[in-house]
């Protein structure tokens, strides 16, 4: 099994940016994604990233959010930037499709002035 630990998270104005990582304890070789859960909403997908390196981006965040992954280091990353308040949530990582046993705790990111 894997665990996943996300950081990075924190309070930044509007405008702002953040970069978030995952870590996973071992290797995945399959696709990737961030997913978020707004307060009083339900957990939504955000973006992916697949083995072969493409990318798909929930329309709320394209063109400002960039996901990445070092497959050498077990790590993926999210590039926020223009943050925007609506943009605040908890913050995981899991796979795609996501597997139930491999969510972890999430990072919380606030945007606010």
């Known amino acids: 099994q894997v665990q996943l630990v996300e950081s990075g998270g924190g309070l930044v104005q509007p405008g702002g940016s953040l970069r978030l990582s995952c870590a996973a304890s071992?290797?995945?070789?399959?696709?990737m994604s961030w997913y978020r859960q707004a307060p009083g909403k339900q957990r939504e997908w955000v973006v992916s990233?697949?083995?072969?390196?493409?990318?798909n981006y929930a329309d709320s965040v394209k063109g400002r959010f960039t996901i990445s992954r070092d497959n050498a280091k077990n790590t993926v990353y999210l590039q926020m930037n223009s943050l925007k308040p609506e943009d605040t949530a908890v913050y995981y990582c899991?796979?795609?499709?996501?597997?139930?046993?491999?969510w972890g705790q999430g990072t919380q990111v606030t945007v606010s002035s």
């Open positions: 990233i697949l083995s072969g390196g493409r990318t």
């Open positions: 071992r290797s995945i070789v399959t696709g």
């Open positions: 899991n796979t795609f499709p996501p597997l139930r046993d491999y």
